[in-house]
T-cell receptor, first 116, second 116 residues
């Protein structure tokens, strides 16, 4: 069965310092993995996605994530945090069952706080 | 493109009343998803459609919930009768078909439902 674990429910960083949001997954097949961001009272916006091409994926706003199959991880990073990065971040695994149906499985989210 | 449109943005109703949430997907998208977000349970997929046909409704919590997609540009999620535990933010999302599950889902701004 597919699952996603976001290891930290809250992360606080100072502005200008690196960001690391951790995500581990399990999947029976070759998954697609996504990171979405949700700002307060907004819908979710895609940051980046992995679909079995390059293992290092670059996204919007300076974020990137590395797919590590051996570690079943897909951690999100950014070299330098900005105040506008304060939001909730969701790691998502997507896969297709033999029946042909597919689902997005969402992690529980990591709330990023950026300190001035 | 206006993106995924949801209405109403906020709904306050009393227990026992019928609630109808509406969604207009992005034109040309052939998948439509309904999600529910709560603090306790996070983001849950309720149901999704492909070409207006319900494909997987295993996430619909109980018979009080029903969803329809009468055409490619409109879907409804109905709760009848509503209960306080249905209070949540309900998101609609749409995506293109093709090589799923690799395609990004585009989320609407959500409907915040409060059942008193």
């Amino acid at each position: 069965a597919q699952s996603v674990t976001q290891l930290d429910s809250h992360v606080s960083v100072s502005e200008g310092t690196p960001v690391l949001l951790r995500c581990n997954y399990s999947s029976s097949y070759s998954p697609s993995l996504f990171w979405y961001v949700q700002h307060p009272n907004k819908g979710l916006q895609l940051l980046l996605k992995y679909t079995s091409a390059a293992t290092l994926v670059k996204g919007i706003n300076g974020f990137e994530a590395e797919f590590k199959k051996s570690e079943t991880s897909f951690h999100l990073t950014k070299p330098s945090a900005h105040m506008s990065d304060a939001a909730e971040y969701f790691c998502v695994v997507s896969d297709q069952a033999p029946s042909g149906t597919y689902k997005y499985i969402f992690g529980t989210g990591t709330r990023l706080k950026v300190l001035a | 493109d206006a993106g995924v449109i949801q209405s109403p943005r906020h709904e306050v109703t009393e227990m026992g009343q019928e609630v109808t949430l509406r969604c207009k997907p992005i034109s040309g998208h052939d998948y439509l998803f309904w999600y529910r977000q709560t603090m306790m349970r996070g983001l849950e997929l309720l149901i999704y459609f492909n070409n207006n046909v319900p494909i997987d409704d295993s996430g619909m919590p109980e018979d009080r919930f029903s969803a329809k997609m009468p055409n490619a540009s409109f879907s409804t999620l109905k709760i009848q009768p509503s209960e306080p535990r249905d209070s949540a933010v309900y998101f609609c999302a749409s995506s293109l078909g093709g090589v799923i599950p690799y395609n990004e889902q585009f989320f609407g701004p959500g409907t915040r439902l409060t059942v008193l």
